[in-house]
Every structure is written in structure tokens, then in C-alpha cells.
């Protein structure tokens, strides 16, 4: 990215900057409990990228890797809790061989035959999954 004496100079000459923008950043993740607070996040970091001489192509590969990174450990999670919610799964079918599985954090909505459903993570949608071994342990576990 930027020569080490580049970043120093820039610190030192922008340190008030710096310091309003941490205390901006704890604020915000101490006090907002949603995805809205990511974004703000997400927001004052490149804010103070661009501030500094970042270029956009720089901060548009690292809010890549972070939405990449937050969608991975978002559905790594989501697996989790289906293993772990399979039990309390409630099952309902349409006659057009739709169906839904709810538990208390997952939502999925299928149609019988495809290799796909649509899975939503304590209310944020993470798209359409194909459907793997723990996807079908789940459905099999809320048919029971």
C-alpha cells in the first residue's frame, strides 16, 4: 500500500482527525446492535481511507474481502444453528411442493426436487444455498 514514513506523517499531521474517529467507531459499535452498524463502520474507515490518499480501488477490494469475510461467518454460524435448532424446526408444505422451515433464527424456503432454498439468518437473507449434507439434515430433521 504506503511506505511506513508516509503513514507516520500522515498520523501525525491528522492525529485529531484519527482520535474523532475512534471514539466515532466505539460509539457505534458500543451503542448500535443492528447491520446498520457495520455499515457505519464501514463508512467512517473509508472515510478516513480516502482522507489519507487511499485510492478507490484499494478500499473497493477491502470492503470486498469484508463482505466476503461477514457473509462466510455469517452462514458458517447459520449452519450451526440449524444442527442446533433442527429439533424445534416447524415444517409447513404448499401444494405446489413449496415448503418452509422456521426456527427461532432461521427461515428457509424451498421447493421439492430443486437443489436450492433460500435461507434468511435472524432476519438478514443470505441467499439462495445449494443444498449440502447439513441443509438436508436440517430439512430431514424438521419433516419429523
Same mark, same amino acid.
Given at each position: 500500500?504506503m #511506505?511506513?514514513?508516509v503513514?507516520?506523517?500522515?498520523i501525525?499531521?491528522?492525529?485529531?482527525?484519527?482520535?474523532i474517529?475512534?471514539?466515532?467507531l466505539f460509539?457505534v459499535?458500543?451503542?448500535v *446492535?443492528?447491520?446498520?452498524?457495520w @455499515?457505519?463502520?464501514i463508512?467512517?474507515?473509508v472515510?478516513?481511507?480516502?482522507?489519507?490518499?487511499v485510492?478507490?480501488?484499494q478500499?473497493?477490494?477491502a470492503?470486498? *474481502?469484508v463482505?466476503?469475510?461477514?457473509?462466510s461467518?455469517?452462514?458458517?454460524?447459520?449452519? #450451526?444453528?440449524?444442527l442446533?435448532? @433442527? *429439533? $424445534?424446526?416447524k415444517?409447513?408444505?404448499? $401444494?405446489? !411442493?413449496t415448503?418452509?422451515i422456521?426456527?427461532?433464527?432461521?427461515e428457509?424456503?424451498?421447493?421439492?426436487?430443486?437443489d *436450492?432454498?433460500?435461507v434468511?439468518?435472524?432476519?438478514?437473507?443470505? !441467499?439462495?444455498?445449494?443444498i449440502?449434507?447439513?441443509?438436508k439434515?436440517?430439512?430431514e430433521e @424438521?419433516?419429523?
Amino acid at each position: 500500500m504506503m #511506505e511506513p514514513e508516509v503513514w507516520s506523517q500522515f498520523i501525525k499531521e491528522n492525529w485529531l482527525v484519527i482520535v474523532i474517529a475512534l471514539v466515532l467507531l466505539f460509539a457505534v459499535v458500543n451503542l448500535v *446492535k443492528t447491520v446498520i452498524k457495520w @455499515a457505519i463502520v464501514i463508512v467512517i474507515v473509508v472515510g478516513l481511507f480516502i482522507y489519507s490518499g487511499v485510492t478507490m480501488d484499494q478500499i473497493g477490494n477491502a470492503v470486498n *474481502k469484508v463482505a466476503d469475510g461477514t457473509l462466510s461467518t455469517l452462514k458458517a454460524e447459520a449452519q #450451526e444453528v440449524m444442527l442446533n435448532e @433442527a *429439533k $424445534e424446526a416447524k415444517y409447513t408444505s404448499g $401444494e405446489d !411442493g413449496t415448503f418452509t422451515i422456521t426456527t427461532p433464527n432461521i427461515e428457509m424456503k424451498g421447493k421439492a426436487g430443486e437443489d *436450492k432454498v433460500e435461507v434468511t439468518f435472524r432476519g438478514v437473507s443470505l !441467499g439462495k444455498w445449494s443444498i449440502t449434507d447439513t441443509t438436508k439434515t436440517f430439512i430431514e430433521e @424438521a419433516k419429523k
